[in-house]
């Protein structure tokens, strides 16, 4: 069974009626990127930059954060490597004191890219690094919590302006493809507004399905309220699946939901074309991927868009 899964490793994440599936990984440490290289991923389509500032009593350096982003790069050798920018707030506080303290409802405070654009010279510094490990291979930027189209427009500038500094410096740079995450409903429902402004969209399903059900993600007292087999939530999946297509904007899904092989025949008939998802889970849903039958999978959607409940889900998914 394990060498089963082994022998994955360099084949391709293919459906049986041909179509390829891009999966990549997740990344919270240097292991988890080489990991990733390893297995076959087609890049990191998540590097959770806050880990390098949930290590320390200090904010890390722009040398600091260049020297990781740069080995990252280097170490997908040529895969592109997706960062995200600082997702810090409440549920995941700095040593440091960044995170606001004592905010009454924190999972709706001051997180993700609003906690960037509180405190100017951390940002700029990060972009800045990232900009400058982007001389090293193919980088992407991405953005957590976007509830709205102005902090897309306020990023882009931003990112500009740090392209123009590191070029200033005399280091051949573009300016890296921007994208957003779609964990907010309202950026989701409004996901047009977006879809013009960015170069591609990573659906972050953990915090999604937190604020669509109301459920908080951390609250094991609210036991199965807490998952992604509600009609509404794959309903939304798979309105933004259909809108980045209408736009011509790749888009993936980065959350939990997309490591779990179980539920690749559902997303795959959403649409979803990219994955990302922890290391760990590669090669198995590499597997469950090999098993599907695309064109079959796609014309059942409706069916699944029309269940009621969670029960109707999982019988969809069980005669998959
Ligand atoms: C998400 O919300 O789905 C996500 C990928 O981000 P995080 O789990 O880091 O909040
Ligand atoms: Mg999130």
């Known amino acids: 069974e394990r060498r ?48 390098l500032f949930l290590q320390d009593r200090e904010t890390p350096d722009e040398e600091e954060q260049f020297i990781a982003y740069r080995d990252a790069v280097l170490a997908m050798g040529g895969r592109p490597v997706t960062f995200r920018t600082l997702d810090l707030g409440a549920d995941k506080a700095d040593r440091a004191g960044l995170a606001l303290a004592n905010e009454d409802n924190p999972a709706l405070g001051v997180r993700g890219v609003r906690l960037s654009l509180l405190y100017d010279a951390v940002f700029d510094t990060q972009l800045r690094a990232i900009v400058r490990a982007s001389a090293y291979g193919p980088v992407r930027v991405l953005v957590p919590m976007v509830s709205c189209r102005e902090e897309v427009l306020i990023v882009r500038r931003r990112l500009r302006r740090a392209v123009a500094a590191v070029r200033g410096r005399g280091v051949s740079v573009q300016v890296p493809p921007l994208g957003a995450m779609i964990e907010v409903p309202a950026a989701a429902i409004g996901v047009h507004g977006l879809a013009d402004a960015v170069d591609f969209l990573s659906i972050g399903t953990n915090d999604l399905v937190q604020y669509l059900l109301a459920v908080d993600r951390n609250n094991d007292a609210l036991g199965d309220l807490y998952s992604p087999l509600h009609p509404g939530v794959l309903r939304l999946v798979a309105h933004v699946l259909r809108a980045g297509n209408e736009h011509g904007v790749p888009v993936a899904v980065c959350g939990e939901m997309a490591g779990d092989a179980r539920l690749a025949p559902l997303l795959l008939a959403l649409g979803l074309k990219e994955f990302s998802l922890h290391p760990a889970g590669l090669l198995e849903l590499r597997r469950a991927i090999r098993d599907c039958d695309l064109s079959q999978l796609q014309a059942r959607a409706p069916r699944l868009l029309q269940a009621r409940d969670r029960r109707g889900i999982e019988r969809w998914l069980a005669t998959a």
Do not use: C, M, Q, W
């Open 4 to 51: 089963d899964l082994e022998r994955l490793r360099s084949k391709p994440t293919r459906t049986r009626d041909g179509v390829d599936i891009a999966l990549y990984a997740n990344a919270e440490s240097r292991e988890d990127v080489a990991r990733a290289h390893a297995l076959g991923a087609a890049g990191v389509g998540l590097y959770r930059t806050e880990f």
